[in-house]
DNA sequence: CGTGTTCCTGACCATTTGGTCAATAAAGGA
DNA sequence: TCCTTTATTGACCAAATGGTCAGGAACACG
Protein backbone atom coordinates (compact mmCIF):
# COMPACT_ATOMS: atom_id res chain seq x y z
CA UNK A 1 0.00 0.00 0.00
CA UNK A 2 1.08 3.74 0.78
CA UNK A 3 4.93 3.18 1.17
CA UNK A 4 6.77 6.64 1.23
CA UNK A 5 4.04 8.92 -1.05
CA UNK A 6 6.83 9.66 -3.75
CA UNK A 7 8.08 5.96 -4.42
CA UNK A 8 7.83 5.36 -7.83
CA UNK A 9 5.20 2.63 -8.83
CA UNK A 10 5.64 -0.03 -10.04
CA UNK A 11 4.79 -1.47 -13.57
CA UNK A 12 1.35 -3.24 -11.60
CA UNK A 13 1.39 -1.21 -9.35
CA UNK A 14 0.46 1.71 -12.07
CA UNK A 15 -1.22 -0.93 -14.36
CA UNK A 16 -3.48 -1.62 -11.51
CA UNK A 17 -4.32 1.65 -10.07
CA UNK A 18 -5.14 2.92 -14.05
CA UNK A 19 -7.29 -0.26 -13.97
CA UNK A 20 -9.48 1.03 -10.53
CA UNK A 21 -9.91 4.50 -11.64
CA UNK A 22 -11.09 3.46 -14.94
CA UNK A 23 -13.27 1.45 -13.51
CA UNK A 24 -14.29 4.42 -10.56
CA UNK A 25 -14.91 6.69 -13.28
CA UNK A 26 -17.46 4.95 -15.20
CA UNK A 27 -18.73 3.84 -11.53
CA UNK A 28 -18.78 7.29 -9.94
CA UNK A 29 -20.55 9.00 -12.98
CA UNK A 30 -22.99 6.66 -13.59
CA UNK A 31 -24.63 6.78 -9.43
CA UNK A 32 -22.39 9.11 -8.05
CA UNK A 33 -20.11 8.33 -5.16
CA UNK A 34 -22.60 7.20 -2.61
CA UNK A 35 -24.67 5.15 -5.06
CA UNK A 36 -21.17 3.77 -6.49
CA UNK A 37 -20.36 0.60 -4.85
CA UNK A 38 -16.64 -0.81 -4.42
CA UNK A 39 -17.39 -4.19 -5.55
CA UNK A 40 -18.76 -2.34 -8.92
CA UNK A 41 -15.41 -0.44 -8.87
CA UNK A 42 -13.63 -3.53 -8.29
CA UNK A 43 -15.73 -5.62 -10.56
CA UNK A 44 -15.44 -2.97 -13.51
CA UNK A 45 -11.65 -2.71 -13.02
CA UNK A 46 -11.22 -7.07 -12.86
CA UNK A 47 -9.91 -6.75 -9.37
CA UNK A 48 -11.12 -8.03 -6.39
CA UNK A 49 -12.54 -5.96 -3.38
CA UNK A 50 -9.55 -6.33 -1.26
CA UNK A 51 -6.58 -5.60 -3.53
CA UNK A 52 -8.28 -2.12 -4.62
CA UNK A 53 -8.07 -1.44 -0.82
CA UNK A 54 -4.57 -2.58 -1.59
CA UNK A 55 -4.29 -0.01 -3.98
CA UNK A 56 -6.07 2.53 -2.54
CA UNK A 57 -6.60 3.17 1.40
CA UNK A 58 -10.32 4.08 1.02
CA UNK A 59 -12.91 4.51 -1.30
CA UNK A 60 -13.15 8.25 -0.32
CA UNK A 61 -9.07 8.08 -1.66
CA UNK A 62 -10.17 6.24 -5.32
CA UNK A 63 -12.69 9.53 -5.50
CA UNK A 64 -10.40 12.11 -3.93
CA UNK A 65 -7.76 11.23 -6.82
CA UNK A 66 -9.96 10.73 -9.64
CA UNK A 67 -11.10 14.43 -9.11
CA UNK A 68 -7.56 16.19 -8.40
CA UNK A 69 -6.18 14.23 -11.47
CA UNK A 70 -9.26 14.98 -13.90
CA UNK A 71 -9.29 18.41 -12.54
CA UNK A 72 -6.34 19.60 -14.73
CA UNK A 73 -7.40 17.87 -18.11
CA UNK A 74 -10.94 19.74 -17.31
CA UNK A 75 -9.55 22.87 -17.09
CA UNK A 76 -7.01 22.90 -19.69
CA UNK A 77 -9.14 24.67 -22.50
CA UNK A 78 -9.46 27.90 -20.47
CA UNK A 79 -5.56 28.28 -19.47
CA UNK A 80 -4.95 28.32 -23.46
CA UNK A 81 -6.77 31.10 -23.89
CA UNK A 82 -4.58 33.63 -25.80
CA UNK A 83 -4.36 36.93 -24.90
CA UNK A 84 -2.33 38.18 -27.97
CA UNK A 85 -4.94 35.67 -30.46
CA UNK A 86 -8.11 37.34 -32.11
CA UNK A 87 -11.12 37.87 -29.63
CA UNK A 88 -13.93 36.29 -31.13
CA UNK A 89 -11.72 33.39 -32.59
CA UNK A 90 -10.13 32.84 -29.15
CA UNK A 91 -13.41 32.48 -27.62
CA UNK A 92 -14.94 30.06 -30.04
CA UNK A 93 -11.97 28.15 -30.04
CA UNK A 94 -12.77 27.64 -25.75
CA UNK A 95 -16.40 27.00 -26.38
CA UNK A 96 -15.62 24.20 -29.35
CA UNK A 97 -13.30 22.44 -27.20
CA UNK A 98 -15.34 22.56 -24.43
CA UNK A 99 -18.58 20.82 -26.01
CA UNK A 100 -15.78 18.75 -27.49
CA UNK A 101 -15.00 17.67 -24.41
CA UNK A 102 -18.69 17.17 -23.11
CA UNK A 103 -19.08 14.42 -26.20
CA UNK A 104 -15.82 12.87 -25.58
CA UNK A 105 -15.43 12.40 -22.13
CA UNK A 106 -18.85 12.26 -20.08
CA UNK A 107 -17.98 10.39 -17.83
CA UNK A 108 -15.69 13.09 -16.60
CA UNK A 109 -18.30 16.12 -16.97
CA UNK A 110 -20.97 14.04 -14.65
CA UNK A 111 -17.92 13.09 -12.11
CA UNK A 112 -17.76 16.53 -11.36
CA UNK A 113 -21.18 17.41 -11.98
CA UNK A 114 -22.50 14.87 -8.92
CA UNK A 115 -19.42 16.58 -7.04
CA UNK A 116 -20.62 19.83 -7.10
CA UNK A 117 -24.04 19.06 -6.72
CA UNK A 118 -22.85 17.49 -3.58
CA UNK A 119 -21.68 20.46 -2.54
CA UNK A 120 -18.18 20.29 -4.00
CA UNK A 121 -17.17 18.46 -0.67
CA UNK A 122 -13.83 17.22 -1.98
CA UNK A 123 -13.15 20.72 -3.91
CA UNK A 124 -14.27 23.23 -1.69
CA UNK A 125 -10.57 24.39 -1.45
CA UNK A 126 -9.81 24.35 -4.82
CA UNK A 127 -13.02 25.87 -6.80
CA UNK A 128 -12.27 29.01 -4.22
CA UNK A 129 -8.45 28.96 -4.58
CA UNK A 130 -6.80 27.93 -8.16
CA UNK A 131 -10.12 27.68 -9.81
CA UNK A 132 -10.87 30.43 -9.09
CA UNK A 133 -8.02 32.36 -9.97
CA UNK A 134 -7.64 30.84 -13.08
CA UNK A 135 -11.25 31.75 -13.96
CA UNK A 136 -9.98 34.94 -13.26
CA UNK A 137 -7.49 35.38 -15.15
CA UNK A 138 -9.32 34.53 -18.22
CA UNK A 139 -11.82 36.95 -16.88
CA UNK A 140 -9.58 39.57 -17.42
CA UNK A 141 -8.33 38.83 -20.34
CA UNK A 142 -11.92 39.23 -21.94
CA UNK A 143 -12.34 42.44 -19.82
CA UNK A 144 -9.86 43.33 -21.64
CA UNK A 145 -10.57 42.77 -24.93
CA UNK A 146 -13.98 44.18 -23.53
CA UNK A 147 -11.94 47.61 -22.88
CA UNK A 148 -10.64 47.59 -26.20
CA UNK A 149 -13.88 47.83 -28.24
CA UNK A 150 -12.50 44.20 -29.94
CA UNK A 151 -16.14 42.18 -27.93
CA UNK A 152 -19.17 43.27 -26.80
CA UNK A 153 -19.65 44.11 -23.36
CA UNK A 154 -21.00 41.30 -21.21
CA UNK A 155 -20.35 39.87 -17.85
CA UNK A 156 -16.85 38.29 -18.40
CA UNK A 157 -17.70 36.01 -15.38
CA UNK A 158 -20.98 35.24 -16.32
CA UNK A 159 -19.60 34.12 -19.84
CA UNK A 160 -17.73 31.96 -19.20
CA UNK A 161 -20.27 30.30 -17.02
CA UNK A 162 -22.75 30.42 -19.88
CA UNK A 163 -19.73 28.11 -21.49
CA UNK A 164 -19.91 25.50 -18.89
CA UNK A 165 -23.55 25.19 -18.43
CA UNK A 166 -24.25 25.56 -22.66
CA UNK A 167 -21.86 22.75 -23.17
CA UNK A 168 -22.10 20.63 -20.11
CA UNK A 169 -25.50 20.24 -20.25
CA UNK A 170 -25.32 18.05 -23.23
CA UNK A 171 -22.91 15.71 -21.22
CA UNK A 172 -24.83 16.21 -17.71
CA UNK A 173 -28.58 15.72 -19.41
CA UNK A 174 -27.43 13.59 -22.00
CA UNK A 175 -30.85 11.20 -21.54
CA UNK A 176 -33.14 14.17 -21.24
CA UNK A 177 -31.81 15.60 -24.11
CA UNK A 178 -32.09 12.72 -26.50
CA UNK A 179 -35.22 11.59 -25.19
CA UNK A 180 -36.59 15.14 -25.98
CA UNK A 181 -35.00 15.12 -29.54
CA UNK A 182 -36.56 12.11 -30.10
CA UNK A 183 -34.35 9.20 -32.22
CA UNK A 184 -32.27 10.21 -35.26
CA UNK A 185 -30.45 12.98 -33.86
CA UNK A 186 -26.69 13.47 -32.99
CA UNK A 187 -26.91 16.17 -30.27
CA UNK A 188 -23.83 17.34 -30.23
CA UNK A 189 -23.76 17.99 -33.67
CA UNK A 190 -26.67 19.77 -33.68
CA UNK A 191 -25.81 21.80 -30.41
CA UNK A 192 -22.54 23.13 -32.32
CA UNK A 193 -23.47 25.91 -34.99
CA UNK A 194 -26.16 26.91 -32.88
CA UNK A 195 -24.00 27.43 -29.88
CA UNK A 196 -21.44 29.29 -32.36
CA UNK A 197 -24.49 31.46 -33.53
CA UNK A 198 -24.87 32.35 -29.99
CA UNK A 199 -21.69 33.16 -29.16
CA UNK A 200 -21.62 34.76 -32.35
CA UNK A 201 -24.03 36.91 -32.15
CA UNK A 202 -23.41 38.39 -28.75
CA UNK A 203 -20.09 38.96 -28.52
CA UNK A 204 -19.91 40.38 -32.04
CA UNK A 205 -18.89 44.51 -31.84
CA UNK B 1 -50.88 3.03 4.15
CA UNK B 2 -52.23 2.94 1.00
CA UNK B 3 -56.42 1.88 1.39
CA UNK B 4 -58.00 2.97 -2.01
CA UNK B 5 -55.59 4.88 -3.93
CA UNK B 6 -58.89 7.13 -4.57
CA UNK B 7 -59.96 7.83 -0.90
CA UNK B 8 -59.34 11.26 0.23
CA UNK B 9 -56.96 12.23 2.66
CA UNK B 10 -57.56 12.79 6.55
CA UNK B 11 -56.26 16.22 7.91
CA UNK B 12 -53.73 14.10 9.57
CA UNK B 13 -52.69 12.35 6.57
CA UNK B 14 -52.34 15.40 4.37
CA UNK B 15 -50.32 16.89 6.73
CA UNK B 16 -47.72 14.25 7.55
CA UNK B 17 -47.44 13.45 3.95
CA UNK B 18 -46.34 17.42 3.15
CA UNK B 19 -44.08 17.12 6.00
CA UNK B 20 -42.45 13.92 4.30
CA UNK B 21 -42.29 15.18 0.82
CA UNK B 22 -40.76 18.86 2.30
CA UNK B 23 -38.37 16.81 4.53
CA UNK B 24 -37.65 14.34 1.76
CA UNK B 25 -36.85 17.11 -0.74
CA UNK B 26 -34.01 19.01 0.97
CA UNK B 27 -32.76 15.32 2.08
CA UNK B 28 -32.79 13.87 -2.04
CA UNK B 29 -31.58 17.46 -3.01
CA UNK B 30 -28.74 17.58 -0.91
CA UNK B 31 -27.62 14.26 -0.93
CA UNK B 32 -29.28 12.65 -4.21
CA UNK B 33 -31.74 9.50 -4.33
CA UNK B 34 -28.82 6.83 -3.03
CA UNK B 35 -27.17 8.99 -0.42
CA UNK B 36 -30.04 10.39 1.08
CA UNK B 37 -31.21 8.15 3.96
CA UNK B 38 -34.90 7.15 5.46
CA UNK B 39 -33.88 8.23 8.77
CA UNK B 40 -32.66 11.85 7.61
CA UNK B 41 -36.43 12.24 6.04
CA UNK B 42 -37.52 11.69 8.78
CA UNK B 43 -35.17 13.88 11.16
CA UNK B 44 -36.64 16.22 8.81
CA UNK B 45 -40.27 15.64 8.63
CA UNK B 46 -40.13 15.86 12.41
CA UNK B 47 -41.38 11.59 12.73
CA UNK B 48 -40.01 8.32 13.55
CA UNK B 49 -38.90 6.14 10.41
CA UNK B 50 -42.42 3.50 10.83
CA UNK B 51 -43.88 6.70 10.82
CA UNK B 52 -42.90 8.45 7.35
CA UNK B 53 -43.26 4.68 5.68
CA UNK B 54 -47.00 4.15 7.08
CA UNK B 55 -47.55 6.98 5.12
CA UNK B 56 -45.25 5.78 1.76
CA UNK B 57 -45.16 2.44 0.78
CA UNK B 58 -41.04 2.79 0.19
CA UNK B 59 -38.25 5.57 -0.29
CA UNK B 60 -38.63 4.64 -3.87
CA UNK B 61 -42.39 5.52 -3.28
CA UNK B 62 -41.65 8.93 -1.62
CA UNK B 63 -38.94 9.64 -4.28
CA UNK B 64 -41.71 9.06 -7.45
CA UNK B 65 -44.14 10.72 -5.79
CA UNK B 66 -41.96 14.19 -5.65
CA UNK B 67 -40.68 14.08 -8.89
CA UNK B 68 -44.07 13.69 -10.24
CA UNK B 69 -45.95 16.33 -8.33
CA UNK B 70 -43.43 18.71 -9.05
CA UNK B 71 -43.17 18.18 -12.68
CA UNK B 72 -45.91 20.11 -13.08
CA UNK B 73 -44.90 23.02 -11.67
CA UNK B 74 -41.25 22.79 -13.11
CA UNK B 75 -42.51 22.48 -16.73
CA UNK B 76 -45.66 25.34 -16.50
CA UNK B 77 -43.24 28.11 -17.51
CA UNK B 78 -42.97 26.75 -20.89
CA UNK B 79 -47.17 26.29 -21.34
CA UNK B 80 -47.32 29.57 -20.77
CA UNK B 81 -45.59 30.50 -23.91
CA UNK B 82 -48.77 32.31 -25.72
CA UNK B 83 -48.56 32.19 -29.40
CA UNK B 84 -50.27 35.31 -30.00
CA UNK B 85 -47.86 37.09 -27.98
CA UNK B 86 -45.21 39.26 -29.03
CA UNK B 87 -42.18 36.63 -29.83
CA UNK B 88 -39.16 38.37 -28.54
CA UNK B 89 -41.58 39.30 -24.80
CA UNK B 90 -42.57 35.49 -24.73
CA UNK B 91 -38.94 34.10 -24.73
CA UNK B 92 -37.86 36.69 -21.93
CA UNK B 93 -40.33 36.22 -19.94
CA UNK B 94 -39.71 32.23 -20.19
CA UNK B 95 -36.40 32.62 -19.54
CA UNK B 96 -37.17 34.91 -16.89
CA UNK B 97 -39.68 32.47 -14.83
CA UNK B 98 -37.18 29.67 -15.55
CA UNK B 99 -34.43 31.91 -13.94
CA UNK B 100 -36.76 33.07 -10.77
CA UNK B 101 -37.35 29.25 -10.28
CA UNK B 102 -33.72 28.09 -10.05
CA UNK B 103 -33.65 30.88 -7.61
CA UNK B 104 -36.79 30.15 -5.53
CA UNK B 105 -36.91 26.34 -5.68
CA UNK B 106 -33.08 25.28 -6.28
CA UNK B 107 -33.93 21.86 -4.32
CA UNK B 108 -36.29 21.07 -6.91
CA UNK B 109 -33.90 22.26 -9.58
CA UNK B 110 -31.25 19.79 -7.64
CA UNK B 111 -34.04 17.21 -7.55
CA UNK B 112 -34.47 16.69 -11.04
CA UNK B 113 -30.79 17.01 -11.95
CA UNK B 114 -30.08 13.96 -9.75
CA UNK B 115 -32.52 12.51 -11.66
CA UNK B 116 -31.25 13.14 -14.98
CA UNK B 117 -27.93 12.54 -14.68
CA UNK B 118 -28.55 9.13 -13.10
CA UNK B 119 -30.09 8.24 -16.12
CA UNK B 120 -33.62 9.43 -15.16
CA UNK B 121 -35.00 5.78 -14.14
CA UNK B 122 -38.82 7.31 -12.73
CA UNK B 123 -38.92 9.49 -15.71
CA UNK B 124 -37.88 8.00 -18.80
CA UNK B 125 -41.62 7.17 -19.70
CA UNK B 126 -42.18 10.88 -19.39
CA UNK B 127 -39.08 12.82 -20.59
CA UNK B 128 -39.37 11.20 -24.39
CA UNK B 129 -43.81 11.17 -23.47
CA UNK B 130 -45.43 14.39 -22.23
CA UNK B 131 -42.36 16.36 -21.82
CA UNK B 132 -41.29 15.76 -25.21
CA UNK B 133 -45.10 17.04 -26.25
CA UNK B 134 -44.64 20.06 -24.58
CA UNK B 135 -41.20 20.66 -25.42
CA UNK B 136 -42.62 20.06 -29.45
CA UNK B 137 -45.33 22.39 -29.01
CA UNK B 138 -43.04 25.07 -27.73
CA UNK B 139 -40.52 24.47 -30.15
CA UNK B 140 -43.74 24.99 -32.91
CA UNK B 141 -44.67 27.95 -32.03
CA UNK B 142 -40.86 29.31 -31.97
CA UNK B 143 -40.40 27.88 -35.21
CA UNK B 144 -44.22 29.67 -36.50
CA UNK B 145 -42.49 33.14 -35.06
CA UNK B 146 -38.97 32.63 -36.79
CA UNK B 147 -40.84 31.54 -39.91
CA UNK B 148 -42.57 34.75 -39.96
CA UNK B 149 -39.35 36.51 -39.77
CA UNK B 150 -40.44 37.93 -36.17
CA UNK B 151 -37.52 35.86 -34.65
CA UNK B 152 -33.89 35.43 -35.58
CA UNK B 153 -34.07 31.75 -37.03
CA UNK B 154 -32.07 29.28 -34.55
CA UNK B 155 -32.74 25.42 -33.91
CA UNK B 156 -36.15 25.80 -31.40
CA UNK B 157 -34.99 22.55 -29.43
CA UNK B 158 -31.59 23.52 -28.71
CA UNK B 159 -32.88 27.33 -27.60
CA UNK B 160 -34.90 25.40 -25.62
CA UNK B 161 -32.30 23.39 -24.04
CA UNK B 162 -29.85 26.40 -24.10
CA UNK B 163 -32.65 28.26 -21.72
CA UNK B 164 -33.07 24.99 -19.27
CA UNK B 165 -28.75 24.80 -19.09
CA UNK B 166 -28.32 28.38 -18.74
CA UNK B 167 -30.98 28.96 -15.85
CA UNK B 168 -30.68 25.50 -14.05
CA UNK B 169 -27.01 26.06 -13.90
CA UNK B 170 -27.18 28.61 -11.29
CA UNK B 171 -29.16 26.29 -9.01
CA UNK B 172 -27.19 23.19 -9.79
CA UNK B 173 -23.95 24.52 -9.81
CA UNK B 174 -24.44 26.89 -6.97
CA UNK B 175 -21.08 26.27 -4.90
CA UNK B 176 -19.23 26.66 -8.04
CA UNK B 177 -20.52 30.05 -9.10
CA UNK B 178 -20.27 31.85 -5.05
CA UNK B 179 -17.20 29.84 -5.03
CA UNK B 180 -15.44 31.47 -8.20
CA UNK B 181 -17.80 35.15 -7.81
CA UNK B 182 -16.27 35.32 -3.93
CA UNK B 183 -18.32 36.69 -1.46
CA UNK B 184 -20.53 40.18 -2.10
CA UNK B 185 -22.47 38.72 -5.35
CA UNK B 186 -25.45 37.80 -5.79
CA UNK B 187 -24.91 35.23 -8.78
CA UNK B 188 -28.66 35.92 -9.54
CA UNK B 189 -29.35 39.17 -9.34
CA UNK B 190 -25.93 39.68 -12.14
CA UNK B 191 -26.86 36.68 -14.05
CA UNK B 192 -30.21 38.41 -14.85
CA UNK B 193 -29.09 41.20 -17.12
CA UNK B 194 -26.47 38.64 -19.00
CA UNK B 195 -28.92 36.34 -20.14
CA UNK B 196 -31.76 39.20 -21.02
CA UNK B 197 -28.67 40.46 -22.94
CA UNK B 198 -27.91 37.35 -24.47
CA UNK B 199 -31.30 36.11 -25.85
CA UNK B 200 -32.13 39.62 -26.95
CA UNK B 201 -28.66 39.24 -29.02
CA UNK B 202 -29.15 35.90 -30.33
CA UNK B 203 -32.69 36.46 -31.31
CA UNK B 204 -33.31 39.86 -32.56
CA UNK B 205 -34.27 40.36 -36.13
C1' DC C 1 -68.89 6.46 27.00
C1' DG C 2 -67.64 2.68 24.18
C1' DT C 3 -65.87 0.95 20.05
C1' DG C 4 -63.91 0.76 15.66
C1' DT C 5 -60.54 3.07 12.91
C1' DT C 6 -56.53 5.66 12.32
C1' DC C 7 -52.06 6.81 13.88
C1' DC C 8 -47.60 5.92 15.98
C1' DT C 9 -43.52 3.53 17.86
C1' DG C 10 -39.88 0.38 20.02
C1' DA C 11 -37.81 -3.53 18.89
C1' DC C 12 -36.29 -6.28 15.47
C1' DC C 13 -34.55 -8.25 10.91
C1' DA C 14 -32.03 -9.06 6.52
C1' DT C 15 -29.10 -7.08 3.39
C1' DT C 16 -25.66 -4.16 1.76
C1' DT C 17 -21.41 -2.21 2.14
C1' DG C 18 -16.88 -0.13 3.44
C1' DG C 19 -13.13 -2.01 5.34
C1' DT C 20 -9.70 -5.57 7.88
C1' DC C 21 -6.58 -9.45 8.27
C1' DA C 22 -4.04 -13.50 8.19
C1' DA C 23 -2.41 -16.44 4.95
C1' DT C 24 -0.95 -17.56 0.28
C1' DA C 25 0.89 -16.74 -4.32
C1' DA C 26 3.73 -14.35 -7.47
C1' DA C 27 7.72 -11.31 -8.66
C1' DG C 28 12.16 -9.74 -8.31
C1' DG C 29 16.84 -9.70 -7.40
C1' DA C 30 21.51 -11.49 -5.89
C1' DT D 1 18.31 -21.16 -6.47
C1' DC D 2 16.82 -18.82 -2.16
C1' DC D 3 14.93 -15.11 0.07
C1' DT D 4 12.79 -10.67 0.34
C1' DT D 5 9.30 -7.82 -1.30
C1' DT D 6 5.07 -7.17 -3.59
C1' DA D 7 0.36 -8.87 -4.93
C1' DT D 8 -3.80 -11.22 -4.11
C1' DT D 9 -7.66 -13.22 -1.87
C1' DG D 10 -11.24 -15.80 1.09
C1' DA D 11 -13.24 -15.16 5.21
C1' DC D 12 -14.78 -12.08 8.29
C1' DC D 13 -16.58 -7.79 10.83
C1' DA D 14 -19.18 -3.68 12.29
C1' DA D 15 -22.04 -0.17 10.90
C1' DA D 16 -25.64 1.63 8.15
C1' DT D 17 -29.89 1.15 6.11
C1' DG D 18 -34.51 -0.12 4.05
C1' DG D 19 -38.15 -2.28 5.78
C1' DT D 20 -41.46 -5.22 9.09
C1' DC D 21 -44.53 -6.08 12.92
C1' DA D 22 -47.09 -6.48 17.02
C1' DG D 23 -48.97 -3.73 20.19
C1' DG D 24 -50.31 0.58 22.19
C1' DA D 25 -52.07 5.59 21.87
C1' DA D 26 -55.10 8.89 19.89
C1' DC D 27 -59.03 10.03 17.48
C1' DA D 28 -63.83 9.96 15.48
C1' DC D 29 -68.34 9.06 15.97
C1' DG D 30 -72.72 6.85 17.28
Do not use: N, T, V, W
Given at each position: MADQPDAPLTRIQQKNRDLILEGALTAFSINGFRGATLDQIARAAGLSKPNVLYYFASKDDIHKTLLTTLLDMWLAPMIR??????PLAEVMGYVRAKLDMSRRFPRESRLFAYEILQGAPHLTEILGGSLRQIVDTAAAILQGWMDQGRLARVDPHHLIFSIWALTQHYADFDVQVRAVL????DPFIEADPFIENLYRRMLAV
Open positions: IDPQGEGPGH
